[in-house]
């Protein structure tokens, strides 16, 4: 039955209780539930509040399961390459700190000598306290005197400041990507470079 028809049938059974018509007139143009009931009507069954709960649980238990999926979704993403690039990255500082030293000890020789050494191992003991600045850290291997992670090219004195005087390739970030190479320069920097293996700058 709909209010028009409720109105209807109160005002021909009840015509004289009109205060209930009223509040029900009111209803009809919309008044609240809430309002309606204050005045006395009596409670109508609450079907959408009764929805309120379930829809609530269900909203809940909907996004809790997309937050858990999304979750899957990023740790399969978290490929090879990303783990790779968090995994080596604090070797590649490491490293990175190791040719700095050597950069460091290179030109220490150059101001003294006049120029380059012929061998990174011609740096120890005078410039170089330790052999430790030969290894990289990923290099695992037991070196042997003479030997080092590190390729070295000596500069001449032509060679300018940028030129790459030494690198590390024993780096790489992830499945498919090209080695991470880093890279001392005559002045002294390192910087790290995805480099195609035949390249040799
Ligand atoms: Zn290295």
């Known amino acids: ?3 028009c028809a409720l109105v209807v049938a109160i005002a021909l059974t ?6 209930m018509i009223e509040l029900v007139l009111l209803r009809f143009d919309g008044m609240t539930e809430e309002g309606a009931q204050m005045g006395g009507i009596p409670e109508t069954p609450r079907k959408r509040s009764r929805w309120v709960v379930p829809l609530v649980i269900l909203a809940v238990v909907v996004v809790a399961g997309l937050t858990l999926v999304a979750i899957g979704v990023l740790m399969a993403l978290k ?8 995994k080596e990255a604090p070797v590649i500082a490491e490293c990175e700190t190791r040719l700095k030293t050597l950069g460091a000890a290179l030109n220490r020789y150059e ?8 061998s990174l191992e011609s740096l120890y003991p005078e410039y170089l306290d330790s052999r430790r600045p030969f290894q990289c850290p990923a290099d695992h291997r037991k070196l042997s005197s003479g030997e080092s992670s590190y390729s070295y090219t000596r500069p001449g004195k032509r060679v ?3 030129a790459v005087i030494s690198r590390c ?23 790290g470079v995805f480099e195609a293996p035949q390249g040799s700058r």
């Not at 009840?14 to 205060?19: C, D, G, K, T, V």
């Open 79 to 86: 490929s090879s390459t990303v783990q790779g690039i968090v």
């Open 14 to 19: 009840e015509p004289s209780n009109r205060p």
């Open 160 to 162: 300018s400041d940028s």
């Open 1 to 3: 039955m709909n209010s």
């Open 169 to 191: 390739r024993r780096h790489v970030a992830g499945k498919g990507l090209p080695p991470f190479v880093i890279l001392l320069r005559k002045d002294g920097s390192v910087s």
């Open 111 to 118: 101001v003294s000598h006049g120029e380059y050494p012929p």
